[in-house]
């Protein structure tokens, strides 16, 4: 089964710190993703990836930076972070090939800035 | 531009009852459709997918949706639900082009 990995699982921060959120997948999938989940807003697209070295921004992007400095590492940024970025953040990652398209989902991080 | 919606944030149901929980979907071509579900602190994991062709579409642990081009719509249902079906359900969409598109996501509840 694929798999991927979140680390940490769960993050205190302090405002204005530097936070950085980490993802690796064993899958060898070309897209990864980093989508944060708050109550009645289900799962919102922060940035995306198509490979190494490549970072897209997604519906949601501002006050979060990304990394794709390998196929199975994506790292997702937050140079001043803030208490309205207090969310979980899960990455994913997959394939969109004809009939196979499916995202594989991480366990997630809990993220709180005080 | 795509979305997804899901009309209903919270769907309590009793053990052994059958099921329905609602997605509409907007898109500009008929997009590839999802039911995903995520148990306390986990992942999103996928229950099943459509593509094209024989409209109700069968997934793991019983659980069928079924697609209506004519209503945008993409329910999912079980006959009878167990108490391990309690989750949060997230309908899902995909133009074809690298990226999903969620739905708020439905909070089940199964009584005993």
């Known amino acids: 089964e694929a798999a991927v990995t979140q680390s940490p699982r769960n993050k205190v921060a302090v405002t204005g710190g530097k936070v950085t959120l980490s993802c690796n997948q064993t899958?060898?999938?070309?897209?990864m993703y980093w989508y944060r989940q708050d109550t009645g807003h289900g799962l919102r697209l922060i940035h995306y990836?198509?490979?190494?070295?490549?970072?897209e921004k997604g519906d949601i992007p501002d006050g979060y930076k990304a990394s794709r400095p390998s196929q199975e590492n994506f790292s997702l940024i937050l140079e001043l972070a803030t208490p309205s970025q207090t969310s979980v953040y899960f990455c994913?990652?997959?394939?969109?090939?004809?009939?196979?398209?499916?995202?594989?989902f991480g366990h997630g991080t809990k993220l709180s800035v005080l | 531009a795509q979305s997804v919606t899901q009309p209903d944030a919270r769907v309590t149901v009793s053990e052994g009852a059958s099921l329905q929980l609602r997605c509409k979907y907007s898109?500009?071509?008929?997009?590839?459709l999802f039911w995903y579900v995520q148990y306390p602190r986990q992942g999103l994991q996928l229950l099943l997918k459509y593509y094209s062709g024989d409209p109700v579409v069968q997934g793991v642990n019983g659980f069928e949706a079924e697609f209506s081009k004519s209503n945008s719509s993409f329910h999912l249902r079980k006959a009878s639900v167990h108490w391990s079906d309690s989750a949060v359900y997230f309908c899902a969409v995909t133009p074809y082009n690298n990226r999903i598109f969620f739905g708020d996501g439905t909070q089940l509840v199964v009584k005993p």
């Open positions: 899958n060898n999938h070309n897209n």
């Open positions: 990836s198509y490979g190494a070295g490549s970072t």
């Open positions: 898109s500009s071509v008929t997009p590839y």
């Open positions: 994913a990652s997959g394939e969109f090939s004809l009939s196979n398209e499916r995202l594989f």
